[in-house]
């Protein structure tokens, strides 16, 4: 028996702690980083992580490095060097695009060529699940497990964390109770928990639609602005009551709402996304300059929830194709694809082209 905690329950710690501003270590197998999230970071914790000497590199995506125009040598990820006299708004002007147009000349940016970036990678993609910007400043350390012991900061094993941070947590079903709602009386709400200590996820089934026969359903990420608030700038809003209209009508159907806002950025995120847009970027390249793909959604998880209700293939309600290509990867089948097809305003026909014309979205 053990109280320690496992590698997935060190992860959630880790999330925590960069969104917090408190730094973590990075073990690997010939390797160890000392990790802060550029986004949080703190003038003396900067300070602290200088005094410690060596050669800090500020970790970036080579999306973000592109707009930058610094040198992505590991792929993905660019190791950009941190000049010796460079103060915060140095590095949070490398992390963050908003103020890119009215300073562009923050380089020329130095790349680390030398060594490796799966430790860089890792602490990107902890960055990114934390919902921060993705980026994030390294220090090589020696050792990495006593430098953690002596300073009392979660210790990560980086070749045991890499994998399990890419991998789809399985969500659980927690509980269910009945919910009426105005597009049907008879509704039920399920919440399913992922096991990796992250967002909720809910499913509202309608009626009570066999588990044998193909089921109306939706994916459905969350929007807050839009959902919620009447946002003008998508289609959200209109799209789930349109979803709830419809499966209320033909009296059965699953709508998941899956807490994947912003396309899986966050709505902090998503924000910055939306000041990039009103300086005239549209929104893939909002993402990417932020450092972004397009889309950071994990579709695997729609599939898992509705194979853990019982439901094998659905009418799927979408105009997005990779939606459709997860469900039957992940062993849901689709057999029919319903438009939906709703709340075009002048203020998101931008949005909607662009969706269209850069992520395949059918008209
Ligand atoms: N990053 C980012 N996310 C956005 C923006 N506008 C809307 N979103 C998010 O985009 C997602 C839209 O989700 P959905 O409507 O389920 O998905 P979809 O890919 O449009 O596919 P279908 O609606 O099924 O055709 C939500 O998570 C919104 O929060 C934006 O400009 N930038
Ligand atoms: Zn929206």
């Not at 992505?72 to 147009?101: H, T």
């Not at 639609?209 to 807050?224: G, I, M, N, Q």
């Amino acid at each position: 028996m053990s109280f320690a905690p496992d590698v997935t329950e060190i992860l959630a710690r880790a999330r925590a702690d960069l969104r917090m501003g408190v730094p973590v270590v990075l073990s690997g197998p010939q390797n160890g980083a000392l990790v802060m999230a550029a986004e949080t970071l703190e003038p003396q914790r900067l300070a602290d992580l200088r005094a410690l000497g060596g050669e800090p590199v500020l970790a970036i995506t080579a999306r973000r490095a592109e707009t930058l125009k610094a040198r992505a040598y590991d792929g993905d990820v660019a190791r950009v060097i941190l000049p010796p006299d460079v103060a915060l708004g140095w590095i949070m002007g490398v992390a963050d695009p908003a103020d890119d147009l009215m300073k562009p000349m923050k380089g020329p940016l130095n790349s680390q060529r030398d060594g490796g970036a799966d430790l860089h990678r890792l602490a990107i993609n902890l960055a990114k699940s934390a919902h921060l910007l993705p980026a994030a400043v390294l220090l090589a350390l020696p050792d990495p497990a006593g430098f953690a012991v002596e300073n009392a900061l979660t210790l990560v094993n980086a070749a045991l964390a890499a994998p399990l941070l890419a991998a789809s947590p399985i969500p659980h079903p927690v509980v269910s109770a009945r919910l009426p709602v105005e597009a049907h009386e008879k509704g039920r709400l399920h919440i399913f928990r992922p096991e990796d200590g992250g967002e909720e996820h809910y499913a509202f089934e309608i009626g009570s639609p066999p588990r044998d026969k193909p089921v109306l359903a939706r994916l459905h990420s969350a929007c807050f602005t839009g959902d919620v608030m009447g946002s003008l700038k998508c289609d959200c809003g209109p799209q789930l009551r349109g979803a709830l209209a419809q499966m209320g009508e033909e009296g059965a159907g699953v709508l998941l709402y899956l807490n994947q806002e912003g396309r899986g950025i966050g709505l902090a995120n998503k924000m910055r996304a939306y000041s990039l847009q009103d300086q005239g970027f549209d929104t893939v390249e909002a993402n990417h300059r932020l450092g972004f793909e397009d889309d950071e959604r994990d579709f695997k998880l729609g599939a898992q929830i509705l194979k853990s209700m019982g439901f094998k293939s659905v009418r799927l309600l979408t105009n997005n194709p990779r939606k459709i290509a997860m469900m039957e990867k992940n062993g849901v089948t689709v057999t029919e694809r319903v438009p939906l097809k709703v709340g075009e305003t002048h203020h998101n026909r931008g949005y909607l082209a662009t969706k269209a014309k850069k992520s395949g979205h059918l008209l």
